[in-house]
């Protein structure tokens, strides 16, 4: 018989059962890549949905087909005041409560209308007679909204597809004289 190997076998086994306990794998990871702010990989979805919500798909792609979220992140992370960051990750992550509040289910769960409605109601919320939490919402809302905008029209797929870049000078047109052409006065 193999004892040592048994053993050894065994001692691994039992090392692993005491191990395992431990361990707490229904915890989700903070993504890495935003310091600044501590965003799950499901927070980073629900950031998706409500902006697919503030501009859908149509006749063209919406914001959660250019992953308009990903600009979200970053520019929240990179260029917002620490304040303003622990406003939008408190709103981030208090946003299915309010979703709930609002419309009575999980904002993934709800239907388009209804998604609309929640974010329509959380941006109309006035400043003067809100409590810190529907503040804090509207501040996250309003942010959101800002880089949703922002990140779409800047997407490549805006500036090449649908809006094609044209350089200030304009083309080259040979047949045309410089001397007909009237100087516009920029001067006054």
Same mark, same amino acid.
């Given at each position: 018989?193999? $004892? $040592?190997?048994? +053993?050894? #076998?065994?001692?691994?086994?039992?090392?692993?059962?005491?191990?395992?306990?431990?361990?707490?794998?229904?915890?989700?990871?903070?993504?890495?890549?935003?310091? #600044? +702010?501590?965003? @799950?990989?499901?927070? $980073? #979805?629900?950031?998706?949905?409500?902006?697919?919500?503030?501009?859908?798909?149509?006749?063209?792609?919406?914001?959660?087909? +250019?992953?308009? /979220?990903?600009?979200?992140?970053?520019?929240?992370?990179?260029?917002?005041?620490?304040? *303003? *960051?622990?406003?939008?990750?408190?709103?981030?992550?208090?946003?299915?409560?309010?979703?709930?509040?609002?419309?009575?289910?999980?904002?993934?769960?709800?239907?388009? @209308?209804?998604? !609309? $409605?929640?974010?329509? *109601?959380?941006?109309?919320?006035?400043?003067?007679?809100?409590?810190?939490?529907?503040? @804090?919402?509207?501040?996250?809302?309003?942010?959101?909204?800002?880089? @949703?905008? /922002?990140? =779409?029209?800047?997407? !490549? =797929?805006?500036?090449? *597809?649908?809006?094609? =870049?044209?350089? %200030?000078?304009?083309? =080259?047109?040979?047949?045309?004289?410089?001397?007909?052409?009237?100087?516009?006065? %920029?001067?006054?």
């Amino acid at each position: 018989m193999h $004892r $040592r190997e048994a +053993l050894k #076998n065994l001692a691994i086994i039992t090392g692993g059962a005491v191990l395992v306990p431990s361990c707490n794998f229904e915890k989700e990871d903070i993504l890495s890549a935003y310091q #600044n +702010l501590s965003v @799950t990989e499901s927070m $980073r #979805n629900v950031l998706a949905q409500i902006a697919d919500t503030i501009i859908p798909a149509g006749s063209i792609q919406g914001a959660g087909d +250019l992953a308009v /979220q990903d600009f979200i992140l970053v520019m929240v992370n990179d260029c917002v005041q620490a304040d *303003q *960051q622990d406003m939008f990750t408190k709103g981030l992550q208090g946003f299915d409560a309010f979703s709930k509040e609002v419309a009575g289910s999980k904002f993934s769960k709800l239907e388009q @209308t209804d998604k !609309e $409605r929640v974010v329509t *109601q959380g941006l109309s919320i006035s400043d003067e007679d809100a409590d810190a939490g529907k503040k @804090t919402m509207l501040e996250f809302l309003r942010i959101t909204k800002q880089f @949703t905008i /922002q990140g =779409y029209m800047m997407s !490549e =797929y805006i500036m090449t *597809q649908v809006k094609p =870049y044209h350089l %200030i000078p304009g083309e =080259y047109n040979g047949a045309v004289l410089i001397n007909s052409i009237s100087t516009p006065k %920029i001067n006054g």
